[in-house]
């Protein structure tokens, strides 16, 4: 027997993402996230949501541009700045000493000394309501060569990321791999055929 | 100098959610995804992506509902199993042993053995790319009194789920606490001040 709880955002875990955007003067601005996440494979996009009382609001309805850095523990602090104060009256890259580095790709700045950056540009803008969806395809990605696997691809232990606890406002790290997707569940597969034989 | 990586799904950490629909014949079905998120606080709202070839989308064109259960690590192999068949001609509930339990908020079925329920239903429907994205409002919440903090809430480390990394295809445990949100970055926020002054 389930106890019923009121409506919330709840749902665990959530990443622990930051934005960066223009702003209309072209400053840099950087806001963590908790609300986002691959939304399409084939083109790949990815979603963010975002107030409309935020400077990065307004920069993406100016720019329809954003970058997603991803932060390692070791850039908690920052990450949790960022999304503690507005970009509208302070340089939040200036304040934490980070460095804002312009796309090539995507007329949005990222941040340098994150391991891995996805640079997206807006297709979909959804009114759901306290928050506006942002869909954007993921046009470019750029990670440091030491946290790619030997596929080339980001390893999720080297990029060393964390997740959001909602309920607890905690960012909890990554422990090891609990099964491998796609093989865990095979053996399932295996008693369903035989049942059916 | 970082590298440039071709454009694909990997941005981490993913969830692992799975999510329970009655199709258009009433038979209750499961599917897990790692697309998906929360995409507003007020009201809450959570969205999931689906591809149009899975049996679980064309029960949600038809019930225009759908619950989130999420599976502690315990449960990972029947994770893993629900996303790797389809529940066109094969009953996931009864091969993996788990329960179908119908929703008395939503018209669809949740995990019974899972820790923790979201019950939604849909008010946004949006066809991206290979994924279309379902966004519903959350109506209801149930969860199992252990995974519960003094609060009242579902503790993470309790609900003990797992994040689902792209690129290795591996689920991930959780450790511990890095850092507590709205708090680690207060420090920058004082030497802000100090510098302003």
């Known amino acids: 027997?389930?106890?019923?709880?009121?409506?919330?955002?709840?749902?665990?875990?959530?990443?622990?993402?930051?934005?960066?955007?223009?702003?209309?003067?072209?400053?840099?601005?950087?806001?963590?996230?908790?609300?986002?996440?691959?939304?399409c494979s084939v083109p790949p996009h990815l979603t963010i949501s975002i107030r409309k009382v935020t400077h990065t609001y307004k920069?993406?309805?100016?720019?329809k541009c954003y970058t997603v850095s991803i932060p390692s523990v070791k850039h908690l602090q920052e990450a949790d700045y960022f999304?503690?104060?507005?970009?509208?009256?302070?340089?939040?890259?200036?304040?934490?000493?980070?460095t804002?580095?312009?796309?090539?790709?995507?007329?949005?700045?990222?941040?340098?000394?994150f391991p891995l950056i996805?640079?997206?540009?807006?297709?979909?803008?959804?009114?759901?309501?306290g928050h506006v969806q942002f869909v954007g395809e993921i046009l470019g990605i750029k990670a440091d060569e030491k946290v790619l696997n030997s596929k080339?691809?980001?390893?999720?232990?080297?990029?060393?990321?964390?997740?959001?606890?909602p309920t607890s406002r905690e960012y909890?790290?990554?422990?090891?791999?609990?099964?491998?997707?796609f093989s865990s569940g095979q053996t399932l597969i295996k008693s369903s055929s035989e049942n059916q034989a």
């Open 172 to 181: 909890w790290s990554l422990k090891d791999v609990a099964g491998k997707g």
């Open 1 to 39: 027997m389930k106890k019923r709880i009121d409506p919330g955002t709840y749902a665990c875990p959530a990443p622990t993402w930051c934005v960066g955007t223009y702003d209309t003067d072209g400053k840099a601005n950087i806001m963590t996230i908790a609300w986002g996440g691959i939304c």
């Open 100 to 113: 804002a580095k312009r796309s090539e790709v995507v007329d949005a700045p990222y941040v340098e000394e």
């Open 83 to 98: 999304g503690m104060v507005s970009g509208k009256n302070i340089d939040k890259f200036a304040t934490s000493g980070l």
């Open 118 to 129: 996805f640079e997206c540009e807006v297709r979909h803008i959804l009114e759901i309501g």
């Open 59 to 63: 920069a993406l309805i100016h720019r």
């Open 152 to 165: 080339g691809l980001p390893a999720i232990d080297k990029v060393n990321p964390f997740v959001y606890a």
